[in-house]
């Protein structure tokens, strides 16, 4: 079973940092692009960011509110990616989801069609 | 990048079809056929109902169809039952490696 499980949420002080993890299983992680999206309080969605497959070249990319705040890493070796949160904000106080994109006959899409998703994990920026 | 635009809410009655809109600008909706839907139920993680404008993953009902026009990309939910009550999410590609999502609409089964 393909399956992605996050952990590390908490509550922290404006200012503070933390760090989340999110453990893949049943499915070749290291050729997978990893994604961050967050959920604030009764709002939509919103894509954090993305770390690409080493043979994709192993890039990041980050949503503007996140972009030199947040850093995304992953551990081939250990199926696990990762997100640190520096200069935490209390905007940033959000459910945090770790997913991958569709694989189907035609390729993987990875940055249009996040299929697989972990059960979310809370995040919460107050003093 | 702005956030897509979605109406906040949606209702219809059970067997009666529902549309919800998803607006955008040419850099994103109208510049990619790279248009997804999320179906969200309370306290759940999303579940992906439509991907590339139109197509639907395995095991999603063929009640569920999505198509596009200019900057606006639609899902239709036909034959509704009150399982579909649910909050429904659409993104796009927003070039540059960036992905896009709407605020969220909220649909009542009534």
């Known amino acids: 079973e393909v399956q992605l499980v996050e952990s590390g949420g908490g509550l922290v002080k404006p200012g503070g940092s933390l760090r989340l993890s999110c453990a893949g299983s049943?499915?070749?992680?290291?050729?997978?692009?990893m994604s961050w999206v967050r959920q604030a309080p009764g709002k939509g969605l919103e894509w954090v960011g993305r770390?690409?497959?080493?043979?994709?070249?192993?890039?990041?990319d980050y949503a503007a509110p996140v972009r030199g705040r947040f850093t995304i890493s992953r551990d081939d070796s250990k199926d696990m990616v990762y997100l640190q949160m520096n200069g935490l904000k209390t905007e940033d106080t959000a459910v945090y989801y770790c997913?991958?994109?569709?694989?189907?006959?035609?390729?993987?899409?990875?940055?249009?069609?996040?299929?697989?998703w972990g059960q979310g994990t809370m995040v919460t920026v107050s003093s | 990048q702005s956030a897509l635009s979605q109406p906040p809410s949606a209702s219809g009655s059970p067997g009666q079809s529902v549309t919800i809109s998803c607006t955008g600008t040419?850099?994103?909706?109208?510049?990619?056929?790279?248009v997804s839907w999320y179906q969200q139920h309370p306290g759940k993680a999303p579940k992906l109902m439509i991907y590339e404008v139109s197509k639907r993953p395995s095991g999603v009902p063929d009640r569920f169809s999505g198509s596009k026009s200019g900057n606006a990309a639609s899902l239709t939910v036909s034959g509704l039952q009150a399982e579909d009550e649910a909050d429904y999410h659409c993104?796009?590609?927003?070039?540059?490696?960036?992905?896009?999502f709407g605020g969220g609409t909220k649909l009542t089964v009534l």
């Open positions: 770390f690409k497959s080493k043979a994709a070249g192993g890039t990041t």
């Open positions: 997913t991958m994109g569709l694989c189907d006959s035609a390729g993987c899409h990875w940055d249009d069609a996040f299929d697989v």
């Open positions: 993104s796009s590609y927003a070039g540059s490696n960036i992905v896009i």
């Open positions: 049943g499915f070749s992680f290291s050729n997978a692009w």
């Open positions: 040419s850099s994103d909706v109208g510049g990619y056929n790279y």
